[in-house]
């Protein structure tokens, strides 16, 4: 008795290599918060390959697609995008810009050319000129046809969302 055939699609060398994925960060602990908090953090789409790291190429071609929420306790969520500049220690900055009328609200990331985006990992980002190290609490892949309700889902702030000029 033979085996019936199953005829696989083979994935496009861009889905091997990178999808847009949905990132969640939550506060790791620091002295004002020794476990850390939930009520502190970020959830943005991010272009990742298939090793967790930021891609360049993808993000080139999806830019539009890579926004940004940030919830911080006792302050209104803010929508920006997750933008790409030349410069910096490696020759590249990844920051969330929430506002693309000034670089003072940026808020950068530190060596996030480098970093893997994978549930537990650890990233430093600047809020407000300070470094903070968050946790990645989840990665999931991005549902394009509602580009907001996958950010704005299991943040604390929720209730509280309100559009920025980004």
């Known amino acids: 008795m033979t085996s019936p055939s199953v005829s696989v699609e083979p994935l496009s ?19 004002e918060h020794p ?6 953090g970020y959830a ?8 967790g790291m930021l891609s360049l190429s993808l993000w080139r071609k999806e830019r539009a697609r890579c926004r940004v929420v940030r919830f911080w306790a006792g302050e209104n969520a803010l ?5 790409h500049r030349a410069g910096g220690r490696g020759g590249a900055i990844w920051m969330f810009d929430f506002d693309p ?3 003072d609200d940026d ?27 968050f946790r990645v609490s989840s990665v999931e892949e991005f549902v394009p046809e509602d580009r907001l309700a996958p950010l704005a889902t299991r943040c604390p702030t929720t209730a509280r969302l309100k559009t920025s000029a980004a």
């Open 13 to 31: 060398r861009r889905q091997l290599r990178s999808k847009l994925m949905t990132v969640r960060l939550r506060l790791a602990r620091e002295p």
């Open 107 to 133: 808020e950068i990331g530190h060596r996030l050319d480098i970093h893997r985006f994978r549930t537990g990992e650890y990233v430093t980002l600047e809020h407000r000129g300070e470094p903070h190290v």
């Open 79 to 83: 929508f920006g995008l997750l933008k």
């Open 101 to 103: 009328d000034r670089s």
């Open 44 to 51: 943005f789409v991010a272009p990742l390959d298939s090793r």
């Open 35 to 40: 476990n850390g908090s939930d009520h502190y």
